[in-house]
T-cell receptor
Framework: AQTVTQSQPEMSVQEAETVTLSCTYD???????LFWYKQPPSRQMILVIR??????QNATENRFSVNFQKAAKSFSLKISDSQLGDTAMYFC???????????????FGTGTRLKVLA | DAEITQSPRHKITETGRQVTLACHQT?????MFWYRQDLGHGLRLIHY???????NKGEVSDGYSVSRSNTEDLPLTLESAASSQTSVYFC???????????FGPGTRLTVL
C-alpha cells in the first residue's frame, strides 16, 4: 500500500530565508504523480507544485522548487525568500492513476505547519 | 470565472440523521472527488467520479454515498450520521487524473 510521510509536524523560518520541507513516500509503482499543496488559515487548498515521476528534472514554480529523488522515494519542497504569506499548512500528496482499470489512489501526508516569522 | 463551491459551509446535525453536502463546479471537469480532513490524518479520499453515472469508492467510503447525475454536481450523502463523521469535508475536481485538483472551500460538519 502506498504511504506518504511528512516527518516535520511544525517548522518556522525567518522572512526572506530558505526552508525545506521533507516528504517521503512508499510505492512499488513506476508511474505516478507527486504534489505539494498549501492550506492557509482560510482552509482553501491550493496547489504549490506538481511532479511527474517519469520526469527526472525537478519541478520549479517561482520561489518554490522540489528535490525529487525517485530511487530514495523522497520529494522535498524548498521555499526560497520566504514571505509572511507562505505561512500555512503544507501537504505532500501521491497520486497513482488507474491503468485501464484498477483503483485510483490519492494519498496525502499529515502535513507540515510552516510559520514565517517577521 | 470558473469555480468549485460547497454548501453548506458549516453544518451541525444529530447522530442518525441523513445529511447531504453539496458540491458544484463550473470548470466542466470530468473528475470529481470527496475528501475528509481530520487532525493527524491529512486528507483521505471518500468517493470519486470519472464522469456522469460513474462513482467509485475511496479508502474511507463506509457510511457515505455519492451520485453523479450531471457534470457539475457530486453530492455526498451520509445515510445515518455518526459522531466519527465529524470532520471537514472537501470537494475537488480536475479534467485529467494527473492534473492538479481544484478544491472547494470545505464544509465543517459536526455530528452531535
Amino acid at each position: 500500500a502506498q504511504t506518504v510521510t511528512q516527518s516535520q509536524p511544525e517548522m518556522s523560518v525567518q522572512e526572506a530565508e530558505t526552508v525545506t520541507l521533507s516528504c517521503t513516500y512508499d510505492t512499488s509503482e513506476s508511474n505516478y504523480y507527486l504534489f505539494w499543496y498549501k492550506q492557509p488559515p482560510s482552509r482553501q487548498m491550493i496547489l504549490v507544485i506538481r511532479q511527474e515521476a517519469y520526469k527526472q528534472q525537478n519541478a520549479t514554480e517561482n520561489r518554490f522548487s522540489v528535490n525529487f529523488q525517485k530511487a530514495a522515494k523522497s520529494f522535498s519542497l524548498k521555499i526560497s525568500d520566504s514571505q509572511l504569506g507562505d505561512t500555512a499548512m503544507y501537504f505532500c500528496a501521491f497520486m497513482k492513476p488507474p491503468i485501464t482499470s484498477g483503483t485510483y489512489k490519492y494519498i496525502f501526508g499529515t502535513g507540515t505547519r510552516l510559520k514565517v516569522l517577521a | 470565472d470558473a469555480e468549485i463551491t460547497q454548501s453548506p459551509r458549516h453544518k451541525i446535525t444529530e447522530t442518525g440523521r441523513q445529511v447531504t453536502l453539496a458540491c458544484h463546479q463550473t470548470w466542466n471537469h470530468n473528475n470529481m472527488f470527496w475528501y475528509r480532513q481530520d487532525l493527524g490524518h491529512g486528507l483521505r479520499l471518500i468517493h470519486y467520479s470519472y464522469g456522469v453515472q460513474d462513482t467509485n469508492k475511496g479508502e474511507v467510503s463506509d457510511g457515505y454515498s455519492v451520485s453523479r447525475s450531471n457534470t457539475e454536481d457530486l453530492p455526498l450523502t451520509l445515510e445515518s450520521a455518526a459522531s466519527s463523521q465529524t470532520s471537514v469535508y472537501f470537494c475537488a475536481s480536475n479534467d485529467r487524473l494527473g492534473d492538479t485538483q481544484y478544491f472547494g472551500p470545505g464544509t465543517r460538519l459536526t455530528v452531535l
